[in-house]
């Protein structure tokens, strides 16, 4: 699926410089398209590649879950109209006891592969908003095996960074003060 999965620890809430990236009062991560300046540090960041860029103005989309809908509680277009009722929408902890118990029916039936998909709250990403029932690997249905938070090693980057640039300024200053004397 090419649509946002919402995750818990969403990097592309954590680079977007202006804020047009937030999460919604329903745990959804919506792009504000006014706010967008086209950066593109989202798109990036983004471990499932579902964040796209307009061609005329190249401002960040994706996928809101419908949240002008949920504002007024309806339900997310792409549920309401699912007519196999395999897109669900609802409170994550009965979604995922439902999909649970289905993924149980069909080991149950012989298909062992059977597996959720985003479910996991201590997968690299923390869980997603949305998550699957897969019948295969992950790569089949183009998603990466073990997502994970782009962002995560920001602070230790940062961290080496500004040690590495203190040494460099000590190492400067250590040149220059040995010159004059």
């Avoid at 994550?92 to 439902?98: F, I, N, P, V, Y």
């Avoid at 029932?133 to 230790?156: C, F, K, N, S």
Wanted: negative net charge; proline residues 6%.
């Amino acid at each position: 699926s090419d649509v946002c999965k919402h995750c818990t620890h969403a990097a592309c809430l954590d680079v977007c410089p202006t804020g047009s990236l937030f999460r919604t009062e329903f745990g959804t991560v919506v792009v504000q398209e006014d706010i967008c300046n086209g950066c593109g540090y989202c798109i990036s960041a983004c471990p499932y590649g579902v964040i796209d860029q307009r061609k005329d103005d190249g401002r960040a989309w994706k996928c809101t879950l419908c949240y002008d809908r949920l504002g007024v509680g309806m339900t997310p277009a792409c549920a309401q109209a699912c007519p196999t009722e395999s897109i669900q929408y609802g409170a994550l902890d009965e979604l995922r006891e439902r999909a649970a118990a289905r993924v149980t029916k069909l080991h149950e039936r012989g298909v062992p592969e059977a597996r959720l998909y985003g479910h996991d709250p201590n997968d690299g990403v923390g869980g997603d908003g949305a998550f699957f029932l897969l019948l295969d690997e992950p790569e089949v249905y183009g998603l990466p095996p073990d997502p994970i938070v782009t962002t995560r090693d920001l602070p230790a980057m940062w961290k080496r960074a500004g040690l590495a640039a203190m040494t460099m300024a000590v190492a400067t200053a250590a040149a220059f003060l040995g010159r004059r004397q």
